[in-house]
T-cell receptor, first 114, second 118 residues
């Protein structure tokens, strides 16, 4: 099993540009989570999907952030326009939709907005 | 109220000694899972151990054990015989399971940074 695959691993972009982060969850998993990690705020849940449907997006910072899951094997997190304060490591994780199963994390995307 | 509380921002332990990382949780759901993750300096999140709310025995995985005290709502991670490679950030997490209108997201604590001293 290849695990959760995120791309790109690193992204450097200029302020104002659009950034798209991609995630391929583990096959068969029906929950997908997007997290942001910074030194100041720790690990924050941005949004999560069950069966490709967004369940809770209350963690999305503002309208500049959007996430989609068009099918069970692909999700995107888009930031438009990007700002320097968006610089962070963004993790995607997937799991089965039951309480006794762990989340499997991707390697993360380190985003730097200059 | 915080769902997961980790009160130790940083901990030090001598190599080969045991160390306990604290975690308390808050939920009214009778069915939940508790998880510990390790994040080394390389950044990946590594799942370590799981404890279910109905489990009668404390979970163990190699040198990791979870000291589950349900009445106190604590789920402390015990690492025995610490190794230099155990130096990392450790996160406690909870996932609720059964109440209507509760989501199944993972709630993470703020983490404890563990340093193993040679």
């Amino acid at each position: 099993d290849a695990g959760v695959i995120q791309s790109p691993r690193h992204e450097v972009t200029e302020m104002g540009q659009e950034v798209t982060l991609r995630c391929k969850p583990i096959s068969g998993h029906n929950s997908l989570f997007w997290y942001r990690q910074t030194m100041m705020r720790g690990l924050e849940l941005l949004i999560y999907f069950n069966n490709n449907v967004p369940i809770d997006d209350s963690g999305m910072p503002e309208d500049r952030f959007s996430a989609k899951m068009p099918n069970a094997s692909f999700s995107t997190l888009k930031i438009q326009p990007s700002e320097p304060r968006d610089s962070a490591v963004y993790f995607c994780a997937s799991s089965f939709k039951i309480a006794d199963t762990e989340a499997f994390f991707g390697q993360g995307t380190r985003l730097t907005v200059v | 109220a915080q769902k997961i509380t980790q009160t130790q921002p940083g901990m030090f332990v001598q190599e080969k000694e045991a160390v306990t990382l604290d975690c308390t949780y808050d939920t009214s759901d009778p069915s939940y899972g508790l998880f510990w993750y390790k994040q080394p300096s390389s950044g990946e999140m590594i799942f370590l151990i799981y404890q279910g709310s109905y489990d009668q025995q404390n979970a163990t995985e190699g040198r990791y054990s979870l000291n589950f005290q349900k009445a106190r709502k604590s789920a402390n991670l015990v690492i025995s015989a610490s190794q230099l490679g155990d130096s990392a950030m450790y996160f406690c997490a909870m996932r609720e399971g059964s109440l209507p209108n509760t989501g199944n997201q993972f709630y993470f604590g703020t983490g404890t940074s563990l340093t193993v001293i040679p």
